[in-house]
């Protein structure tokens, strides 16, 4: 039986990188994607896998998701399982009377209509799985519960992220296509900073996720596995 075949965006580095991990220790074909090939190549090295493979994204560009759509498309013929993990701008030096609107915007390119884009090119691969999953990797700091006016950029385009989500969710239903939104937590990556928890444990939520059976949850908001406020 073939191997379910799986796409991490942002996959270079931190969690995705452990996710990667994560998911080729539990029988998947992972495509290990990063906007440098030589990077994504670098990071499968490093997994030393024979389930691994390097790709070029940019969640940015549309050409660049095109093109990975039809390379999966022509070498796996399905995609089971899109994890969009790719995000950028963690802006603690702003706050939302002050924020650089621009550097805001930038941020949701990447953030909200890059993982948006994602789910639009590669849905038709996803349909033809038998089990299909989106997991967006969000934070607590996109919950309305938890805003304040911090992180502007950053918060902002997470809270969209997790309303796509339950959006996508309600449409994707009938399709057996669970969507959810996944906090791994503060964890020590290179945007997260020092201090965090283990990258194991953030990546192990979204891998959770990203293996949930078919009565499984979807449009939710979870950490480890257990659902968060909104």
């Known amino acids: 039986m073939n191997p379910k075949v799986a796409l991490v965006t942002g996959a270079n580095r931190g969690l995705g990188r452990e996710t990667c ?10 495509i290990v994607s990063a906007r440098s090939l030589q990077a994504a190549q670098q990071t499968v090295d490093q997994l030393d896998s024979p389930l691994a493979v390097a790709a070029k994204l940019d969640v940015t560009g549309v050409q660049s998701i095109t093109n990975l759509v039809f390379q999966i498309s022509q070498n ?9 993990n790719a995000a950028i701008h963690y802006d603690t030096w702003q706050h939302a009377v ?7 915007r930038e941020a949701a390119e990447t953030n909200l209509y890059g993982p948006w884009q994602m789910v639009q090119s590669f849905l038709p691969l996803l349909r033809l799985s038998r089990a299909g999953r989106i997991v967006n990797v969000s934070s607590g700091a996109g919950a309305l519960s938890n805003m304040s ?32 939104a996944v906090c791994p937590g503060w964890v020590a990556t290179d945007m997260g900073g020092a201090g965090g928890r283990p990258i194991e444990d953030g990546a192990s939520g979204i891998v959770w996720a990203a293996t949930l059976p078919d009565s499984g949850p979807s449009g939710g908001f979870f950490r480890d596995g257990k659902p968060i406020a909104w």
């Open 21 to 30: 991990r994560q998911l080729l220790a539990k029988g998947y074909r992972v």
């Open 76 to 84: 796996f013929g399905v995609l089971d399982l899109l994890i969009n």
């Open 98 to 104: 002050n924020a650089d609107l621009p550097q805001v």
């Open 149 to 180: 006016g911090s992180t502007p950029a950053y918060s902002l385009s997470k809270l969209a992220l997790n309303g796509l989500t339950q959006m996508l969710a309600a449409e994707l239903n009938e399709d057996g296509i669970l969507v959810n």
